[in-house]
């Protein structure tokens, strides 16, 4: 792997076969990715287009058919760790044992542990709700307690996947600047998944656009606004324009299926 | 034109504890539906209007009940029903929380006991007493024990089995994307979202388990509470009969209150819901 790289993934190639009709079906095509150690990158494209399977594949959760993917792994921490989605909290557990989950799973004390995630718990500034279940926090805090979770264990690059989406549109604003605050604090590489243009824009050192099934990396922007950004950003030209040229390509990848309902009106749209 | 809405005011929880109790209407009319209850059925074995001979009294129950806890044959008929489900029921947790939990995570496993749950689940396990009694004979606890253990062993395990099937892949993905061990992954993932199967297997275990205690016991007419409830029949004072099917009730009541107790315990987790009132 190129000196510099925390993550660099060649040629990777997805295949399953769905369990219901037996076919073999593509959801991950020839994706190479590159991202430079402390880069954040966003990944975006149309809702099943494989960006939460290729986040998975690198996460090892699900096994890639083909390709290769190195991580860089420092002496201390792992390599990677994953932000889920809304709600994958234990409901079982407290906050603090939650976040203390990960160095659970690597064989240190619960003592030690809870020890170890409390700056992070500090950091996602949910101090005083460490001893709160899960069902008493809200959406955002929540999310703020998945982001620690992941970050205790301190992985060499930050695997989130879609984690403001089930979020308000205020709290996830809000939660994007946090974002910000906090990777700028923590020193991390993101990779970051996400079906929201402007959250991608507003996030990422680079955004790679990907095609609707099977998954393959369309375009790979740079995003050259300065930071600290400032939610207010969003709404400069040099963002809308980003924006637009976005949009522009996951809409060609949305426009056949809108062709095809309209060519067959009252007919099953032919993908 | 405008439409009138009716409002009504917010009326805060009252303090007092006289009128707290007052305005608890659930506990009122409960009490109230027991009192009438029993005056009325009081009332018409003194005039007469029911024969308290083969129906019983409220008070002659009460009566009974004091002569009964001076004798030293009912202290050993309590000890040894007591023996009996609780030695019975405890087997049961014992072995039907680990064969659920290990049937629900191989499936093979499950495919093999899956005959036999079916099995035993839909025979009427009262017919299988007297094969029990010759297994087992007739004087002891022992076929007594496993009357009780049969009904409440099957009720534990398909429900904890269901438990762990049903596991929520969300948490599985996060207990495998920090590489916990398998082990772990039992104990912080599997093990706690099967705790409300296994409570439900102990609900339903508890129930089985006092029917297996009572017919065993009629049956073999050895000893215990269910040999009282017979003898006092037998001499036909039903007064002293039913104060013997009144702590069958109590212990039933007993083992739900203490299964909810250990629910309370386990479920702090959850959020109360509106249909958790009480």
Redesign the interface.
Known sequence: MDKGLALQARDVRMEYVDQATGDRLLAVDRVDIDITEGEFVSIVGPSGCGKSTFLKIVNGLFPATAGTIEIRQSAKGVAHAMVFQDSSLFPWYTIIDNVAYGLICQGVSKKDAQRRAQPLIDLVSLTGFESKFPYQLSGGMQQRANLARALTVDPEILLMDEPFAALDAQTRELMQAELLRIWSEANKTVLFITHQIDEAIYLSDRVLVMSARPGRILADITIDLPRPRQLEIKRTPEFITYADQIWGLIAKQLKPHIHDKAAHPGGEAVA | MSVALASQPLRSRPRNRVTRFLSNERLLYGLAGIVVFLLAWELGSRTGIINEYFFGRPTGIVEAGIREVQTPRFWGDLAASFFEFASGFVLAIILGVPVGLAAGRFRRLQYALDPWLNFFNSLPRIALLPVLVIMFGVFGPWSKIAVVFLGAFFSIVIPTMQGVRTTDK??V?????????ER?MFR??VI??TVPFIITGLRLGVARALIGVVTAELYTQTEGIGVLIRRATENSDANRALFGVLLFTISGIVGVESVRRIEARYQ????ATSLDRR
């Open positions: 969300r948490f993905d996060v207990a495998r994307s920090f590489r916990a061990s772990l912080s993932v706690p979202s702090k987790w959850r959020p």
